[in-house]
């Protein structure tokens, strides 16, 4: 009688057919690995080698085997199809946009998660699998009935896609000419479906033409070490300068990267973006995703109030500006859907105003994202640059801030519920055209009014 003694390394277990204690001499059993989930097996070793699974081995003697598991982190390739119009988390009718081997990120946050739970998974779903999924879901219920396929990818970017299969994610190298020449492509083909504004967040770094590989932080290929901030502030820099010299008569806005960490937390890294980016403007294109979005916007609103101060120097003072349409690299339309269309300044300028006013007026109120990071002297002293004034005591007494401008009003509720405030005798008009005696205001939100009817 012999024993055969089996060892795991790694998550696993492994079984014995037929199971007893020992065994006569010249016997076969059976061993069968099983691995436990995010694992693979990875082979045998002691009496036995290689990586066959079951496998049998001959007691003539008593024996000892290992089996080795290892974490299943397989490459994947991805097959964007992107439906440009959505609601409720539903597909709707329409011809989608297919990009077939790259993927679009915005701010390096890409990665697997299961729906019914509220933490990240990454390298499990099998590769082949469709998966139908909602980016921009990282601040929503992804366990929602309306919404809960088996998996979903998170991300920044938001629009609809089915994967077909893996992709992993690369930072791009900024000074890459075959990347520039893709980018210039792209938005070549914005242009002439009739785009004439840029934003210059999604997609530009990363490796969009190519299948590569996934880096939490750049690399620069140059070097094969880590981006420094410096050094990727530069060539970024040097990326967008660069596009724009590419269609001078085109409008380019720059957020996501520019807004994010480096932009706020590296004085050094914003000194030189101020002082050598050479495009038109540095704001959210979240501002113009929905009229009552204004707290929904991406970071700029808690990030820094210098972006007021931006939007200042490099864009109320640049002629020419009034009406742009806007698109991104990441390709879909939805700048340019009813509430969004062709976007005026005065709107853009007066969202962004407005949630600054909050930050001044209601520093200890209900949108803690927005002004605990602010000095409140800071902002006031921005407000002595004529953008609007404040319409008075009027609105103030019951927290919802207005400000007049040339052409509109711009209401600022800060409650979380909806609160109703009456305009009648203002000769305000909502955007239909409508003659307004009193509006409400959905909450957290803003809302504009005009001086004269839209339609």
């Given amino acids: 009688q012999y024993t055969l003694t089996v060892n795991t390394v790694g998550s696993g277990s492994v079984s014995k057919s037929p199971n007893q204690a020992s065994y006569a ?24 080698t290689g990586s066959t699974n079951p496998r049998s081995i001959v007691m003539d003697g008593n024996k000892q085997v290992t089996a080795t598991f290892t974490e299943n982190t397989p490459s994947i390739e ?3 199809i992107i439906f440009d119009n959505y609601e409720n988390y539903q597909y709707e009718s329409g011809t ?15 990665y697997v998660c299961n729906p019914t739970q509220a933490s990240a998974i990454k390298g499990l779903a099998a590769s082949g699998k469709e ?47 075959d990347h520039r020449n893709y980018l210039k492509q792209i938005i070549q083909i914005r242009r002439n479906q009739g785009f ?24 620069n290929p140059r070097t094969g070490q880590l981006y420094t901030n410096a050094d990727y502030v530069r ?37 030189y973006i101020m002082q050598n980016l050479d495009i038109d403007a540095i704001f959210s294109e979240g501002m113009f995703g929905n009229i009552y979005g204004l707290f929904w916007s991406s970071g700029n609103w808690k990030y820094s109030v210098d972006l007021l101060v931006d ?89 919802i801030y207005a400000r007049e401008w040339s052409n509109v009003y711009v209401f600022v509720n800060p409650f979380t519920s909806t609160q109703s405030i009456n305009v009648s005798g203002m000769g305000l008009y909502d955007e239909s055209g409508n003659l307004k005696t009193s509006v409400s205001i959905p909450a957290l939100s803003g809302l504009i009014l005009y001086k004269t009817p839209q339609i």
Wanted: glycine share 10%.
């Fill in 235 to 271: 060539d970024t820099v040097d990326l967008c300068n660069w596009l724009k010299a590419q269609f001078p008569d085109m409008y380019f806005v720059g957020n996501g990267f520019w807004s994010g960490s480096i932009y706020v937390r590296d004085p050094d890294a914003h000194q």
């Fill in 311 to 399: 939007l200042q120097n490099m864009w109320l003072s640049r002629p020419g500006k009034q009406f742009v349409t806007y698109t991104n690299i990441g390709g879909a339309s939805r700048y340019t859907q009813t509430d969004v269309g062709v976007i005026g300044l005065e709107r853009a300028a007066s969202y962004m105003y407005c949630s600054a006013l909050l930050a001044v007026d209601n520093v200890e109120g209900n949108v803690l994202s927005l002004h605990r990071a602010m000095s409140q002297d800071y902002v006031q002293g921005l407000f002595e640059i004529n953008v609007g004034h404040a319409v008075g005591d009027y609105y103030r007494t019951g927290n």
């Fill in 131 to 177: 998966i139908l999924c909602y980016m921009n879901i990282r601040d929503m219920d992804i366990a929602d009935s309306d919404f809960n396929p088996q998996w979903a990818l998170r991300s920044q970017y938001g629009d609809y896609i089915s994967i077909k299969n893996w992709l992993n994610l690369k930072v791009v190298d900024p000074l890459n000419q």
């Fill in 96 to 110: 989608p946009s297919m990009y077939d081997g790259y993927a679009i990120a915005e701010e390096l946050d890409i």
């Fill in 196 to 219: 004439t504004g840029m934003f210059l967040d999604c997609g530009i770094q990363v490796d969009v033409p190519t299948k590569y590989t996934f880096d939490g932080s750049p690399v």
């Fill in 25 to 48: 001499s010249g016997s076969s059993v059976t061993l069968t690995a099983t691995p436990a989930s995010g694992y693979v097996f990875s082979g045998w070793s002691g009496a036995l």
């Fill in 78 to 80: 991805f097959q964007f």
